[in-house]
């Protein structure tokens, strides 16, 4: 896989995140499924993996299977807040981080991956409970994300999770195809 296209198919095995405009219940209702099933769907691709296939990456400079799992919890960790803050303030300025950077700290980076799995399982328990109690006006809520000067409301977001859910599945399941040979 060495052209630039392949590079990319790589990078986003799902394409990249769409542009979410008018979002329908039933585009709601499948996304939330998917954030709900994630944390089974990753714990059943990752629970019976040896140290080495966790180091297994699923892209030539990409993470490895711990670095994604970890990242999972780590971003999710961080949604759950944001949604919280715009539950409870009026648009809210959300605190952005080095995700390269984390991935790259001693949790980011251990062979154990049985605490984030832990935080993605009770993270996603707490975080399916407020989204399945927000009606129409709750998820019209919305943050301001400094770092690409936007304003987001709950309603996209859950549509970006739903997709970053299924992209890190995809880097695991590429991973494990490819046995991390980049």
């Known amino acids: 896989m060495k052209n630039n296209l392949d590079l990319e198919k790589l990078k986003f095995p799902t394409g990249k995140c769409p542009k979410i405009d008018d979002v329908s219940e039933n585009d709601l209702e499948t996304w939330i499924a998917v954030i709900e099933n994630f944390p089974i769907k990753i714990k059943a691709l990752t629970s019976v993996l040896s140290v080495e296939e966790l180091n297994w990456i699923y892209r030539p400079k990409g993470w490895s299977i711990k670095q994604v799992v970890h990242?999972?919890?780590?971003?999710?960790?961080?949604?759950?807040?944001?949604?919280?803050?715009?539950?409870?303030?009026?648009?809210?300025?959300?605190?952005?981080?080095?995700?390269?950077?984390?991935?790259?700290?001693?949790?980011?980076?251990?062979?154990?991956?049985?605490?984030?799995?832990?935080?993605?399982?009770?993270?996603?328990?707490?975080?399916?409970?407020?989204?399945?109690?927000?009606?129409?006006?709750?998820?019209?809520?919305?943050?301001?994300?400094?770092?690409?000067?936007?304003?987001?409301?709950?309603?996209?977001?859950?549509?970006?999770?739903?997709?970053?859910?299924?992209?890190?599945?995809?880097?695991?399941k590429q991973a494990l195809l490819h046995k991390g040979q980049f």
């Not at 251990?110 to 927000?134: F, M, Y």
């Open 71 to 172: 990242h999972c919890a780590d971003s999710h960790m961080n949604s759950l807040i944001r949604f919280k803050l715009a539950l409870t303030e009026d648009v809210p300025t959300i605190k952005p981080y080095e995700e390269a950077l984390w991935a790259e700290l001693a949790d980011g980076n251990s062979n154990d991956i049985s605490p984030s799995i832990q935080i993605i399982e009770g993270v996603h328990a707490r975080w399916v409970l407020i989204l399945k109690s927000l009606g129409s006006t709750a998820l019209k809520r919305q943050f301001f994300h400094p770092e690409n000067l936007k304003i987001a409301n709950l309603e996209e977001t859950v549509g970006v999770y739903a997709w970053h859910c299924n992209h890190h599945l995809a880097h695991i």
